[in-house]
């Protein structure tokens, strides 16, 4: 695809920048990100789109013809981000979180059979950790062959910059590129971690709402934190290390 003259760009990020087209979003990549991720991204979003969620339509992935790097084209969905309304009306974020905490509920009500298995993802993840010793590996290993296995839909990075507050009054989600099938406490322990990146007391706030909403115990939610926050020290991302380490310490050694 040609990227037009007539673009806004949205979001600039390591190796990529998110514009907006007008009528569709494309994100694009640099040469850096390996071309499956980006068709696995196009065909988790497929996935999603089929199973009713709303979420923006998957149009097209598309080698660039005047840069390098794929595109990921999505339709466009007018509104405001979850994020953008927090940010804008403070006094209200108790009201946004109801919104976020129920529409995460109601995604994790649905199935799709063919996305990729949550534990194999965190498998792998943990595998990969070279900034972990094999002992600690293997009791992350262990908790992890330990949980119950659920097969629900879980978008792996669900925060309030990836719910749009469509200009219809209905919410979508959007970037569904770290989405799985599995257990909706280790999507519940993900979140929990985005959140107390910036804010310990909003992290809690957003924990006890989903527990208390969808009748999970807390204490489930935090075995699963060790588990999520190795998977996250495993991307690499090289930021928040140590924050992602201590709660790895979490790891009972008995
Ligand atoms: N289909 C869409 N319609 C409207 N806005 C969108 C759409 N897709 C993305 N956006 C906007 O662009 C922002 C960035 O897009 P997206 O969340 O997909 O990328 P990202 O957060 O950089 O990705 P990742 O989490 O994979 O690193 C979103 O927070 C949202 O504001
Ligand atoms: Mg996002």
């Known amino acids: 695809m040609l990227l037009p003259d007539s673009k806004t760009e949205l979001v600039r990020r ?16 640099n040469e850096t990100k390996p071309v499956s991720d980006v068709f696995n991204e196009a065909l988790n979003l497929a996935r999603i789109n089929e199973c009713g969620i709303r979420s923006p339509k998957a149009l097209e ?4 013809e005047n840069a390098n790097g794929w595109a990921l084209v999505t339709e466009k969905v007018p509104g405001t981000t979850l994020a953008e309304k927090m ?15 129920d529409l995460q509920i109601e995604i994790h009500g649905y199935t799709s059979p063919l996305l990729n298995r949550q534990r194999d993802k965190f498998a792998r993840m943990i ?3 070279d900034q972990l010793n094999a002992t600690t590996r293997y ?6 062959d330990g949980m119950t296995k659920e097969f629900k839909v879980c978008h792996g990075d669900f925060n309030p910059s990836n719910v749009i507050v469509g200009d219809d009054g209905q919410l979508y989600v959007c970037d569904w590129a770290h989405a799985t ?3 909706p406490a280790a999507d519940v322990a993900t979140t929990y971690l ?7 007391d909003q992290a809690e706030a957003y924990l006890e709402l989903y527990c208390d909403r969808a009748d999970m115990p807390m204490q489930v939610v935090r075995q699963w934190t060790s588990i999520v926050a190795a998977s996250e020290l495993a991307r690499k991302r090289n930021v928040n290390d140590e924050f992602l380490k201590n ?3 979490v790891v009972d050694y008995q």
Do not use: H
Not at 14 to 29: A, H, R, S
Not at 87 to 101: C, D, I, K, S, W
């Open 14 to 29: 390591g190796n990529k920048v998110v514009y907006d087209l007008g009528d569709k979003i494309v994100k694009v990549f």
């Open 61 to 64: 992935v598309s080698q660039l």
């Open 87 to 101: 940010t804008a009306e403070p006094q209200r974020f108790g009201e946004y979180l109801e919104m976020f905490v």
């Open 127 to 129: 595998d990969s950790l």
């Open 139 to 144: 009791n992350l290993q262990e908790r992890l």
């Open 181 to 183: 099938q599995g257990s």
């Open 194 to 200: 985005l959140f107390a990146l910036n804010s310990k």
């Open 247 to 249: 709660w790895i310490d």
